[in-house]
Every structure is written in C-alpha cells, then in structure tokens.
C-alpha cells in the first residue's frame, strides 16, 4: 500500500522526506518514477497532469495539499473517490492576516501616502475615516471568511458576508444566493473574495458585479481585493472600472494566468497591488501532518474529514 505524489511545480523529493517521517511505513511514491499502479491507495497532489490518476485501481482517497480543489476538479478523469482538502488554523490565520493588512492599507489610505512619499510631498490630510464607516463585503463565507470576517470586526469594520447557502453568524450581516447579491454589493466599500473557484463562481467579479459596488461611501469608491482564485475575476474588467473610476484600487493574489506574464499590465497599474499567491501558504510540515493524520483515520476505519463535494466542486 503506498502514497502517491503528484504534483507540478513544487519540490517533489521535499515532500517525499515530508511524508516519509510521518509515515513511516507507508512507501511513498512519485508520478513520473515507475512504481506498481495497484499499490496506490492514497495520492496527494497540487495541480497534477491530467489523467495521470486515472488507472489507480486500489486507489481509496485524494488529497488536495492546498485549501482549494479547482485543481483537482480541472481533471476531467480524476477518479470517483473520496476528496479531501486542507483545513489548517495556520493557513487560516495567515489568509485573515492578509485581508486585515490590506483592508486596514486601504482604511487608512497607505497607497496615497507611499505616493507621495515618493513624490515627497507633504499633505497631511486630515480626512481619515472610521473603520466603523467603512463597509466591508465578504464572498465566501467558509473557514476562511468567517475568520476574516471576526478579525475585521475586532479592527472596528462594518463587516457583512455573502454565500451561497443562507447563514445565520452573530454579529454579522449575512446575504446569499443571487437574490442576495445586489444587497450584498450596495453596502460593500471593500469587496473581499475568498470564494472557490467553480463552474458558479467562474467570471463572478465581472463588469456587472463590479458596478453593484457601493459609490461614494467613506473611501470615495470601492475596492477590491481577491485572494480566492484568479478565475474569478475578469482581468480587462477590473482594469476598466479603474479607468472609469468606478473602482478605487485592487488588490489581487490570485490571476488568471500565474505566474503573472510579465507583459500583464496589472503589474504596473499605479491603483493594483499585485502578490504572488501567497496570501495563505501553510506550512509544509503541517499539511503533510493533516493527510497523514487523514490517512491513519482511513486506516483505522474512520471517516475522512473536511471532504469536499464533487457536484458543488468545492
Ligand atoms: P470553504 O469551502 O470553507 O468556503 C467556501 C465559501 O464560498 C462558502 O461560504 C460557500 O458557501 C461559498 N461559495 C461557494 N460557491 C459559492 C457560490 N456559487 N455563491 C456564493 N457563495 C459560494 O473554503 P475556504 O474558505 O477554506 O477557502 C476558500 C478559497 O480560498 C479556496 O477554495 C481557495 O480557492 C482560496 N485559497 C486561496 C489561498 C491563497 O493563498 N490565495 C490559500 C487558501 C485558499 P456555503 O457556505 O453556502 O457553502
Ligand atoms: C490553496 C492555495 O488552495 O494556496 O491552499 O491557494
């Protein structure tokens, strides 16, 4: 019985070591080395070739060594098993980290003054709004948005969510579905994305959504941030509302194509803040130690957990 990894991009014999320690007696495998296909019980994969898990007969569980499964789903014969993802406090934490920092940059107007410090210009405008008049919108609201959405309700923002099932959270203004979605995006001064990506959610910040954003609240226009998935959002819109001034500024971790091309011209746009997928890396170590716990669980007949559903595809 062994585990097999397939993944693209990262350093495979890394996670082999990863792996190997804990789990001692579990052979662990990689794609691409020639290995018995019927002993593989288990994969763990990041963006793995397509097709390249198919004819795995044994083959009990994937795993997805990330939080999103878009990668997963991209594969039109992965097989029909159980699949499940990362839910990690750590990676939860960095992501919350990441929203607060960039919400409270926009709150209290950092791009400006980094502008002008380059420009050296002194103007201490005393305009600074209250982060309790500020309107913040979260899409998404699962592990990563409902802690986003408590620590920036600790910082003083006016926070509301957005998802696709109706929710009732303490203190929280919640919208779902379509029918929520207008509401939702006439109050939202800030507009955070932590939604999966999925055939539903594919395009969703688009010219029209952008438009339902609230004009005029406490920051003079709305903003965006998106560390979800890049195809989520549509590029030439985001750059459009810029230019018309519908939007204020974007703040995007996540692309349509990544890495970023180097002709992209988000990289240069004086009102986007561009970081390279990594609003939330986990550490390494820990995620092994998730699906290895995930793996004794199976083995001691018990059920997988944080199992995601193939019809929704997160
Ligand atoms: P969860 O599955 O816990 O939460 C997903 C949320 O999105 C749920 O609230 C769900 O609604 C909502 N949702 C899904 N589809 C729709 C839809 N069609 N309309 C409205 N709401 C919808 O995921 P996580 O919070 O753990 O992670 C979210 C995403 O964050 C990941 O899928 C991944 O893409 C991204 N991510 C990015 C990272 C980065 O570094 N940039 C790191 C880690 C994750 P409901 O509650 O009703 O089910
Ligand atoms: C993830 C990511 O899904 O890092 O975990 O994007």
């Not at 019985?1 to 014999?13: C, K, Q, Y």
């Not at 007949?301 to 559903?309: T, W």
């Amino acid at each position: 019985m062994s585990l097999l990894l397939a993944m693209t991009g990262w350093h495979v014999e890394d996670w082999r070591a990863r792996f190997a320690a804990q789990l001692p007696d579990m052979p662990v495998v990689i794609l691409g080395e020639p290995f018995d296909r019927r002993s593989v019980h288990y994969v763990a994969s990041w963006k793995h070739p397509e097709g390249s898990l198919s004819g795995l007969p044994n083959l009990a569980a994937v795993f997805s060594l990330g939080a999103g499964v878009d990668h997963l789903f991209a594969d039109t014969r992965l097989p029909e098993v159980p699949i499940a993802r990362v839910v990690d406090p750590d990676l939860t934490t960095r992501m919350s980290e990441y929203v607060v920092l960039h919400c409270l940059r926009y709150l209290r107007q950092q791009p400006r003054y980094d502008r002008q410090q380059r420009e050296t210009i002194w103007d201490d405008d005393r305009n600074q709004p209250a982060a309790r008049s500020v309107r913040v919108g979260i899409m998404g609201l699962g592990e990563l948005g409902q802690d986003a959405a408590r620590k920036l309700q600790v910082m003083g923002f006016d926070v509301a969510g957005w998802s696709r099932s109706p929710k009732t959270i303490d203190g929280l203004a919640t919208f779902s579905g379509s029918d929520g979605m207008v509401d939702f995006l006439a109050r939202t001064d800030i507009l955070v994305s932590l939604l999966p990506l999925t055939p539903d959610t594919r395009g969703l910040i688009d010219a029209k959504l952008l438009a339902g954003l609230a004009q005029g609240g406490r920051l003079g226009g709305p903003f965006l941030i998106n560390a979800g998935r890049g195809g989520l959002q549509v590029e030439a819109d985001i750059l459009a509302a810029l230019e018309a001034g519908t939007l204020k500024g974007a703040t995007l971790d996540v692309f349509e194509t990544e890495p970023l091309p180097s002709d992209s011209p988000l990289w240069s746009h004086p009102a986007i803040t561009v970081t390279p997928h990594n609003a939330a890396m986990s550490e390494p170590e820990a995620i092994a130690t998730l699906i290895a716990a995930q793996i004794r669980r199976l083995e001691a007949g018990e059920p997988l957990e944080h199992v995601v559903d193939p019809a929704r595809g997160y």
